[in-house]
T-cell receptor
């Protein structure tokens, strides 16, 4: 099947904004998600966006959705050391969740 | 509080042995899923279930089986463990109700090493 694509690594200086990008495959996906995985732990839902929205903001997190290009992004403002993790983009398709391979966010001092 | 647990958290076994990984959720979710996570592959779906007595194969189901005899549990069995099955295994569950967001809740993972 087609993949959810995202870059594998991102390095950002502490205090800067992080932007993680993703392209998904199914234009009929109802929800798109961002999950966060900290070392040694399972995935936790960070935020999600309904497909009829183009933006969602939640404190330091901003999700942008471009349905025409099937592009999803996650912006983390004022990136902190605790944001160091792997971030997974995901879409719901055929009653399942399809995950990207994850973007490892590394915070530089 | 509702939760999803996995056991054991770490397991070392030998090639050819049968291994069962447990997953238990108290969310009362109908949907349950097993994934494996490997470097370079992200999360790959092994098996999933939409309710009691329902099981379905995912993209990497060969060498694995599941059974769903109740809502809370979906054990994953490796019939004859192979070194290629060394991985971290995650169980997840989600609400099947129409108003849900299909959000999956993940267990903490089981690290399996097959020698």
């Amino acid at each position: 099947g087609e993949d959810v694509e995202q870059s594998l690594f991102l390095s950002v200086r502490e205090g800067d904004s992080s932007v993680i990008n993703c392209t998904y495959t199914d234009s009929s996906s109802t929800y798109l998600y961002w999950y966060k995985q900290e070392p040694g732990a399972g995935l936790q839902l960070l935020t999600y966006i309904f497909s009829n929205m183009d933006m969602k903001q939640d404190q330091r997190l901003t999700v942008l959705l471009n349905k025409k290009d099937k592009h999803l992004s996650l912006r983390i403002a004022d990136t902190q050391t605790g944001d160091s993790a792997i971030y997974f983009c995901a879409e719901n398709r055929d009653d399942k969740i399809i995950f990207g391979k994850g973007t490892r966010l590394h915070i530089l001092p | 509080d509702a939760e999803i647990t996995q056991s054991p958290r770490h397991k070392i076994t030998e090639t050819g042995r049968q291994v069962t990984l447990a997953c238990h959720q108290t969310w009362n979710h109908n949907n349950m899923f097993w994934y494996r996570q490997d470097l370079g592959h992200g999360l790959r779906l092994i098996h999933y279930s939409y309710g009691v007595q329902d099981t379905n194969k995912g993209e990497v189901s060969d060498g694995y089986s599941v059974s769903r005899s109740n809502t809370e549990d979906l054990p994953l069995t490796l019939e004859s463990a192979a070194s290629s099955q060394t991985s971290v295994y995650f169980c997840a569950s989600s609400d099947s109700r129409a108003a849900s967001t299909d959000t999956q809740y993940f267990g903490p993972g089981t690290r399996l090493t097959v020698l």
